[in-house]
């Protein structure tokens, strides 16, 4: 099984803050890697699909970035409406795993 | 605007056989550029993904979960099925379907949208 490492597993930060929550693979996925956003009591939500393209109507403060093991989603500027869990999730064997989330809280 | 909705049982006995239902409005089950998976999250904790089912009627089960696990398809009603067998209480989560988007020519996959998520709960 490919693991997924997400960190820090929570924040806090403060609206218009920049963001930064790492995702590391326990071996090498290329690009297969896709972060998703959940409130509580939500489903998640697609936000950026191999690892750096935006989804539609998603806004362009999100970003992702990375390859291989190592990966990034960045939020600049940070919203109230962005506090939520964030999840990666690789596809890159046919048993697909999710990273155990990042909670971002407000300071 | 494609749309997931789960149903089934909220409460499920040990040792029984949880179902639950998948329905889908917005797009056809058959369509070649997606297929269609389950994932479960116990209260407060991570995704865990189950399962999938290819337009072909092909399956891809989680090691975890294999030996209990069968997800089937409906095209006649477009939705698709959960069952895991032998539940216990570690078998107690949200469940949510969702769409696997699988673009042409490209080898990357993911999930959108999912559905609303059905709490089952396992107890006597």
């Known amino acids: 099984d490919i693991q997924m490492t997400q960190s820090p597993s929570s924040l806090s930060a403060s609206v218009g803050d920049r963001v930064t929550i790492t995702c590391r693979a326990s071996?090498?996925?290329?690009?297969?890697l896709n972060w998703y956003q959940q409130k509580p009591g939500e489903a998640p939500k697609l936000l950026i699909y191999?690892?750096?393209s935006l989804q539609s109507g998603v806004p362009s403060r999100f970003g992702g970035s990375g390859s291989g093991t190592d990966f990034t989603l960045t939020i600049s500027g940070l919203q109230p409406e962005d506090f939520a869990t964030y999840y990666c999730?690789?596809?890159?064997?046919?048993?697909?795993?999710f990273g155990q989330g990042t909670k971002v809280e407000i300071k | 605007q494609v749309q997931l909705q789960e149903s089934g049982p909220g409460l499920v006995k040990p040792s029984q056989t949880l179902s639950l239902t998948c329905a889908v409005s917005?797009?056809?089950?058959?369509?070649?550029?997606?297929?269609w998976s389950w994932i479960r999250q116990p209260a407060g904790k991570g995704l865990e993904w189950i399962g999938r089912i290819y337009t072909s009627g092909s399956t891809n089960y989680n090691p975890s979960l294999k030996s209990r696990v069968t997800i089937s398809v409906d095209t006649s009603k477009n939705q698709f099925s959960l069952k895991l067998s032998s539940v216990t209480a570690a078998d107690t989560a949200v469940y949510y379907c969702a769409r696997v988007i699988s673009p042409p020519f490209s080898p990357v996959r993911w999930f959108d949208p999912w559905g609303q998520g059905t709490l089952v709960t396992v107890s006597s």
């Open positions: 999730h690789h596809t890159y064997t046919s048993l697909w795993t």
């Open positions: 191999a690892a750096s």
């Open positions: 917005g797009a056809s089950l058959t369509s070649g550029s997606s297929y």
């Open positions: 071996q090498s996925i290329d690009t297969f």
